[in-house]
Each structure stands twice: as structure tokens, then as C-alpha cells.
């Protein structure tokens, strides 16, 4: 298990360092709840990077500590090669504008119409955008995920797979750099579910992202993984492409491929 | 029971800490204007016809009530006046801010406690936008603004009630009632209880936010967030208002 920690990930350039480093990650919650243990994890330039683990392995949990959601307690993270543990307010929020992050339930704003949730988020960043810009840029990412149609609806109306594309859309509308998935075709169905794993590759091939996805739906993790990892207990147990995952010695690793 | 009493002081203590960043959020740009307006709206006009109703019935009640009192001290014309003066100094603010505390402050909390469970708020993180600028600072800020107005709509309603409860007894002349109002009335008695409108709407804004921003996972915690900030509004209302009542004693 720990030579599988330090095996160098499997991606053609290596040379590149990579865009998001974690190394010893730990997180405890409450006093004796723990959840991560010393986690390394490197995702580099231009890799979809799948992760899978049980329920409550603490998948969520670290992509959030990445994003400064939740602070871990121990260990550094390294965005762009910025530590963002001990950056200020402002720079966080400098990186946070680079990295999108598309959470499991959408969490489109229920308030605000699909054409809103895309604008807002755009012109809070961009005070000097007139309104056709704004109104051109939304149209723009709406087509991207292909829900232009949409547009005028609020999310209430909307069914699980739109919530999700409109939840992307609204994360690509900043041009970011970096992706990250928190399962997103989970509770869609079969069909929806390709759309969205292709919907992924698309926007990798596009916009030439990096991401990482959290998912337990296997059919999305061999469309658009080029690499796997799997969390155990804290830590990253097994680590390689689709393939080799797949015939891996462990059992219990070969299980998540059944 | 002491890990009650333990728990309210944690309480009171980390609602004081997340009161504490509006006073520093309030002044750093960006400035929500438009969400500001919007609130301003939902909260005040929004509240005007419940606000109206419960004013006319308390200047007309109080009438009512005080009425046969004052009768049997030959002090009846004395009645708009002192039903003028408990109203404006105590009844109408009181009343006004538990009903706001009951509509606003409920609202709030579950409309920021259904945003935390479903994520929105972290949406707003992550996405680098300051979900307490955007959405507490501007609440806080309406509310503080609103409830006195709503108060002093209360106030004028409830002399309206009051001058109908009058009249159920006997013509009395609009113009000669409103004379007797203002002739008993004084500044002191304008300015405390306005002052305090302010401290109400602040409260009643602050901890509907702080009880929808620290909602736990799970959707009962929606209800639980408007249920206690209900009960934790209404109770530090009746305390800010002792407190005021003291304190305009100890001055004037
Ligand atoms: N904000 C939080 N507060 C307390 N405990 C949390 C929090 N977030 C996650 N946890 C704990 O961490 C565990 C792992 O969560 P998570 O990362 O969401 O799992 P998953 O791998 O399924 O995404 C949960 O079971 C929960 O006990
Ligand atoms: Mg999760």
C-alpha cells in the first residue's frame, strides 16, 4: 500500500508540475470523527482525475478543503503552486475565480431564474461588462452544455440532469482553469448520465481544464478518467488508469468495477 | 440544566462574533445596493397591511380598555392622550417588533437555512462572492431601516384605532383628539422609543441570518433555524427593551 502512495502518476508530462498538490492532508470533525489521514493527491495540467471511495470516505470533503471551504487541520495545498492555507481573503478569492466547482446537489440559486444564477455570478466579477455582454456570454455558456432553450426558467422547473448542466454552466461562465466534480451524474439516470460524462470530456477537450471527479458511477469514471484514484480510510489506497484498476490484485479495489 | 445555561452562552457569544463582521463588511465595497432595495421592499412593504391591522387593533383595544378607568377618575379626557403616550412609547414598538420578529426574522432564517443546506451559500464562497455582504449585510440593513418606519406606521394607525375606539362613546372631533395627542405628547417621549426601533430591527435581522447561516445539513434544520429565530428575537426584544426602558429612566 505505501509503494502504491509514492508511485508517480501516470500521465505523459511529468515534467510539468502539477496544478493542484495536496500532501498529508488531515481533517478531523468533532473530537474523534476522522476523516482524512495524511492524504497526498496531485492533479496535473490537462488530467481528468477520477476519484472514487465509499460514502463518507471523504472524497467531498477534500475538494472542499481545496477550494477553502473547510479547513483541514494539517497539511499543505498547493493551487497554481500558491499555498492557499495561508493566503489572505483576497487571494483565495483570486484562485477560487480560477477553479470551478460543481456540487452534487447544483445548488443553483432557487431564487433566481437560470439566465440570473449565470449573470449574477458573472457580473460580480466583472463590474464593467455592459448587459449585452453579460447577455452574450451567458448564451454562450448555456450552449456550451446545450440548454440554451432554458434560459427563462427558474430552477425550480428544472429536472436533476438540466439542474447539473445549468450548475456547470454557471461554473464555466468564469473560464476556469481547473473543474471539480462532486458526483456529478449520481441520482440521474443511465441515459442523462453518458450525456453529462460526455458533456465532461467535451469541456476538457474545449477549454483544455484539468478536473478532478468525484464519482461512483463507473461508466462516467471510464469515459473520462486518465487516471483513478481510490480513497481508503483517509489515505489514497490505489492509484492507475481504468485498466489497470481493473485488475488490480486487491479485491476490494476490483469491487468498485463490478 | 447548566448544560443549557452553558449553551445559551455559547450562543450569545457566536452570535456576537458573526454581529461584530457586519460593522467591518458594512463600509468595504462592493455595495449590494440592488439586494438592498429589494430587501427594503420584502421586508417593509411587504409587512405594511399585517403591521396596519395589528396597529388599529391595539390603539382601538387600549382605548377600549383604558376607557372605564379613567371614567371613574372624571379623567376621561385624559384618555387620548395617555392611550397616545403607551402606544408610542411602548405598545406599538413592542408589538410591531415581535410581529416583524414572527414574519421577518422566521423568513429570513429559513430562506438563508434552506441556501446553507442546499449548498447555495457555499456556491456563493467558492465562486468568490461574499455571501455575508451579499446576503446578511443587506438583510441586517433593511431591517434596521424598516422596523422603525413599520413602527411609526404602527403608531399612526394605532391613534387612527384609537380615535375609532373614542368614538364608539361619543362624537369627538378628528382635529380635537389629534390637538390633545400632540399638546400631552413631548420630544422625550418620541426619542428613546425611536431609538430603540433601530436596536429591534437590527436584532430581529441579525439573528434570523446568523440562526439560516449556521443551519446544520439536513432539511429539518430549516425549520428548526426559523423556529428559534423566532424565539431567540422576540425574547432579546423584550430584553433590549427593558434595558432601554432603564436606561431612558436613568437619564431623563
Ligand atoms: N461540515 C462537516 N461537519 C462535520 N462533519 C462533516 C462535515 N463534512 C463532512 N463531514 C463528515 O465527513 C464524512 C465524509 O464526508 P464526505 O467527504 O462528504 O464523504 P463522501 O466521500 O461521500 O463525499 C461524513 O460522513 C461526515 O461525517
Ligand atoms: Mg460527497
Known amino acids: 500500500m505505501t509503494e502504491k502512495l509514492h508511485k508517480e502518476p501516470k500521465t505523459k508530462d511529468n515534467d510539468q508540475s502539477p496544478i493542484i498538490e495536496i500532501k498529508d492532508l488531515h481533517k478531523t470533525f468533532g473530537k474523534d470523527n476522522t476523516i482524512l489521514k495524511g492524504l497526498n493527491l496531485i492533479l496535473n495540467k490537462d488530467e481528468n482525475l477520477v476519484v472514487l471511495g465509499k460514502s463518507g470516505s471523504g472524497k467531498s470533503v477534500t475538494i472542499k478543503c481545496i477550494v477553502g471551504l473547510i479547513e483541514p487541520d494539517q497539511g499543505e495545498i498547493k493551487v497554481f503552486g500558491e499555498n492557499v492555507l495561508n493566503i489572505s481573503k483576497n487571494e483565495l478569492n483570486a484562485i477560487r475565480v480560477r477553479i470551478g466547482f460543481l456540487f452534487q446537489s447544483g445548488a443553483l440559486y432557487d431564487s433566481m431564474s437560470v439566465r440570473e444564477n449565470l449573470s449574477f455570478t458573472l457580473s460580480k466579477h466583472k463590474r464593467d461588462l455592459s448587459a449585452d455582454e453579460i447577455e452574450k456570454e451567458v448564451m454562450e455558456a448555456l450552449e456550451s452544455v446545450g440548454l440554451a432553450e432554458a434560459v427563462d426558467k427558474m430552477p425550480s422547473e428544472l429536472s436533476g440532469g438540466m439542474r447539473k448542466r445549468i450548475g456547470l454552466a454557471r461554473t464555466l461562465i468564469l473560464k476556469p482553469e481547473i473543474i471539480l466534480y462532486d458526483e456529478p451524474t449520481t441520482g440521474l439516470d443511465t441515459i442523462t448520465s453518458r450525456e453529462i460524462s460526455e458533456l465532461i470530456l467535451d469541456i476538457k477537450n474545449k477549454q483544455k481544464t484539468a478536473s478532478i471527479i468525484i464519482t461512483h458511477d463507473m461508466a462516467c469514471a471510464k469515459l473520462t478518467a486518465d487516471r483513478i484514484i481510490v480513497l481508503k480510510e483517509g489515505v489514497i489506497h490505489a492509484e492507475g488508469t481504468y485498466e489497470e484498476l481493473e485488475k488490480d490484485e486487491d479485491e476490494w479495489v476490483r469491487s468498485f468495477f463490478q | ?252
Open chain 2, 1 to 252: 440544566m447548566i448544560l443549557n445555561l452553558k449553551n445559551i452562552f455559547t450562543e450569545i457569544g457566536e452570535t456576537t462574533i458573526f454581529a461584530k463582521k457586519f460593522f467591518k463588511e458594512v463600509f468595504i465595497p462592493p455595495y449590494e445596493t440592488k439586494e438592498f432595495f429589494k430587501q427594503c421592499y420584502i421586508i417593509g412593504y411587504k409587512s405594511l397591511p399585517l403591521v396596519a391591522i395589528t396597529g388599529f387593533i391595539m390603539g382601538l383595544v387600549l382605548t377600549l380598555q383604558s376607557r372605564p378607568t379613567l371614567v371613574k377618575f372624571g379623567a376621561e379626557s385624559w384618555l387620548p392622550g395617555m392611550v397616545a403616550l403607551s402606544l408610542i412609547r411602548e405598545i406599538a414598538p413592542v408589538i410591531t417588533a415581535l410581529i416583524c420578529a414572527g414574519k421577518i426574522s422566521s423568513g429570513i432564517g429559513a430562506e438563508l437555512g434552506s441556501m446553507k443546506v442546499t449548498e447555495q451559500i457555499d456556491a456563493m464562497e467558492v465562486s468568490a462572492i461574499n455571501p455575508y455582504n451579499y446576503l446578511v449585510v443587506t438583510r441586517v440593513l433593511a431591517c434596521t431601516l424598516m422596523v422603525p418606519i413599520l413602527v411609526f406606521f404602527a403608531d399612526a394607525i394605532g391613534i387612527v384605532g384609537g380615535y375609532v375606539g373614542i368614538n364608539i362613546h361619543g362624537d369627538v372631533n378628528f382635529y380635537r383628539f389629534l390637538t390633545q395627542i400632540i399638546q400631552s405628547l413631548e420630544f422625550l417621549d418620541l426619542f428613546p422609543a425611536t431609538i430603540k426601533t433601530f436596536f429591534f430591527g437590527f436584532v430581529i435581522g441579525m439573528i434570523g441570518c446568523y440562526k439560516g447561516f449556521t443551519a446544520s445539513n439536513g432539511t429539518e434544520s430549516v425549520g428548526q433555524a426559523a423556529n428559534s429565530a423566532v424565539v431567540t428575537a422576540s425574547l432579546s426584544i423584550f430584553i433590549i427593551d427593558m434595558v432601554a426602558v432603564q436606561i431612558t429612566d436613568l437619564f431623563f
